[in-house]
């Protein structure tokens, strides 16, 4: 039996850690500190208004180290969740990123090593209020490796979300993947927050539109130059998702806004500067999106 943990009980973490423990709740564990658990376990959990009474771990018992752990946090929150989930990597263990961005994979290589590292990115419209998250679509889970290393061990996972009835694609050009969710994250995460729509304003917007191809522009222009075969296709591919997920649903960094949380504009329009300048392409429209979100952030 495979035991996969969870570390960020997010709108993301609690709604893949539901769908595994509906399929075997066994199997299921988070990590927290002593504090979340006993707020965890007082509070519980909701997931689309069900109860969900996860198994909560605050350290490793008899060496049984998980086959999997999926590592669902913020970006700002990275090195504090690599100290908080080190006691729980065993030899074996995999994490699974399922970070927003295109930079968490490296940061954890650097810590556990490449063969421990799965690359992968997660699409979903799911709301998180308190201690309650609500979806209307599972979404889909696209992972993969940079090598080929332990690759029967992403064959297992492939399975297991497969009997779990967890959409997921096994792909063999990850990067590409993780660009095109990176391109949905720098567009459509960041307008929203600055534009405070939900994702219904895609479907009829036009000015939007506008605005969407001139900061996609600037994605595919810094992806190609890293090495990134990401087009027009990818462009087409966004737009049609985020004119079919709940019309009501709202990003993640709008999410922040609403709760004045900081978000991760740092990973989206500031990693597009950073390679921008890098690789000497011109990115105005990050620049002064960058610059706008933080202005709004100041305000907290």
């Excluded at 909560?56 to 018992?61: G, P």
């Excluded at 990275?78 to 927003?100: C, H, K, W, Y």
């Excluded at 810590?111 to 990115?121: E, I, K, L, Q, S």
Aim: hydrophobic residues 40%; without cysteine.
């Amino acid at each position: 039996m495979k035991s996969i943990y969870f570390l960020g009980l997010g709108a993301l973490g609690a709604k893949y850690a539901a769908s595994f423990y509906e399929y075997n709740p066994e199997i299921v564990s988070v990590i927290v500190d002593e504090e979340r658990k006993n707020r965890y376990e007082k509070s519980q959990i909701f997931v689309n208004d069900k109860a969900y009474d996860f198994n909560y771990v605050t350290k490793i018992e008899e060496n049984n180290y998980p086959d999997y752990i999926f590592l669902v946090v913020k970006s700002s929150h990275l090195q504090q969740a690599i100290e908080d989930m080190r006691p729980f990597v065993g030899e074996n263990t995999m994490i699974v990123s399922l970070m927003n961005g295109i930079s968490s994979e490296r940061v954890l290589a650097d810590h556990f090593g490449w063969d421990r590292v799965v690359n992968a990115v997660a699409y979903m419209d799911a709301v998180k209020v308190d201690n309650r998250v609500t979806f209307s679509s599972i979404g889909k889970i696209i992972f993969g490796k940079m090598d080929s290393i332990n690759h029967d061990k992403l064959v297992d996972l492939h399975e297991l979300m497969n009997v779990a009835e967890i959409p997921n694609q096994l792909s063999d050009d990850i990067q590409k993947a993780q660009w095109a969710k990176y391109l949905v994250n720098v567009v459509g995460n960041q307008l929203t927050f600055l534009l405070e729509f939900p994702y219904g304003q895609f479907r009829t917007n036009q000015h939007l539109e506008v605005l969407m191809d001139m900061i996609s522009n600037e994605v595919l222009a810094v992806g190609n130059a890293h090495g990134v075969a990401i087009g027009q296709e990818e462009v087409d591919r966004m737009k049609s998702t985020m004119k079919i997920v709940d019309e009501f649903g709202k990003t993640s960094m709008l999410q922040d806004r609403e709760a004045k949380r900081y978000s991760e504009v740092d990973e989206f329009a500031g990693e597009i500067i950073s390679l921008g300048k890098q690789y000497n392409i011109p990115t105005p429209y990050n620049e002064f999106i960058y610059n706008m979100v933080k202005s709004i952030e100041e305000t907290y």
